[in-house]
């Protein structure tokens, strides 16, 4: 056979393919109409890793390499769900880190809404003009963002998944900009301390903001070479600015957790993390007879994090990351037994672990 006939029988194959994939996208576009008449969440995270498994064992079947084909797979699911409608409200600009992370966790065929405020993302949800949100909730180097744990307090939504993206910092201005002529620096207050050393050394004056992208958009609108934001990359490209320098964080392991909220959790997959939320009676030993409680299921406890309940000073609510699922024997046991020992206590939801790929 001709490298004619060969090229010709790769070309009729990517036309199967490519008329296979479409098949697959309007069949998802009915499953996701079905969910939003029955009220369910469009993102199936359970089933997309049932998928996934599979097509790993087929691609081992076949003596291809899984990680490759899976690759293949995550951009056919991103462009399925975009098919299927699904609008992502997150806090800042477009080019925000969260807004990436929304891609990241989405995949790039959905639609942002950008929110001005945290409380606004969960108000979008919430209200439905948005079927998920996507809130930073701790950063590796600064800690937690404690008005995301506030609000998940208050709210009746639930965490449905989790991701985390790595942040690199760019100090960007107007292309007239050079480094010695920036006084000013404008950005997120978290963004101004995870780059606290550069800052420092290079003595400008720090203008905080309530974002990272929409820094960069507002000094766009200052036209002035005197003055800089800090943001990531991506930003930079949006706004047509100039990065004056990559990676100005202070630490290179400087990677944001995001929850991301509908207004129900994710089913069980088997390889699931649980966030609550509660207080206990003000005594001594309150909190570690808590505690014991998942030591004795022998449930490994990820995170634990207090907040004042802004009810009464020195009163505190505590929240629980842990793995295993709500729906789990063990852990729905280890439950019941929680609500006992506490004074109040909310599920604010069970998903999958977030796995880097």
Known sequence: MSIDDLRKNIDDIDTQIV???????????????EKRE???????????QMVLRHIRDLAQEAQLNADDIERVYHLIMAATRGSQ??????????GAYSEEAAYQ???????????????????????????????????????????SYDLLADSDLKVCGETELRVIHCLIASNSATLETIRKVYSHPQ?????????????????????????????????????????????ADIYG????????????YNFTRFFILARQDSPATGDDKTSIVFSVTHKPGSLSIFLNVLAE?????????????????????FYLDFEGHHTDPVVKEALEMLEEKSIFLKLLGSYPKYRRR
């Open 19 to 33: 008329r296979l994939i479409a098949e697959r996208i309007r069949i998802a576009e009915k499953i996701g109409e």
């Open 105 to 147: 966790y989405f995949g790039t065929a959905i639609t942002p809404v950008p929110c001005n405020s945290i409380e606004d993302v969960f108000i979008t949800v919430g209200k439905g003009e948005t079927q998920y949100g996507i809130i930073p909730v701790e950063n590796s180097l600064e800690g937690s963002v404690s008005q």
């Open 85 to 94: 409608g699904i609008f992502v409200s997150f806090q800042g600009e477009t």
């Open 191 to 235: 963004a101004l301390a995870q780059c606290r050393a550069f800052l420092k050394r290079m003595k400008f004056e720090l203008i905080p903001t309530y974002d990272t992208a929409g820094s960069v958009k507002m000094i766009k609108q200052m036209e002035s070479p005197e003055v800089a934001a800090i943001a990531s990359a991506r930003a």
């Open 297 to 317: 299921k022998k449930i490994n406890l990820t995170k634990v994090e207090s907040r004042p309940t802004r009810r009464k000073p020195w009163e505190y609510n």
């Open 241 to 252: 600015m100039k990065i004056i320098i990559r990676g100005i964080e202070d630490n290179p």
């Open 38 to 48: 029955l009220g369910k969440t469009v993102v199936d995270i359970t089933r997309e």
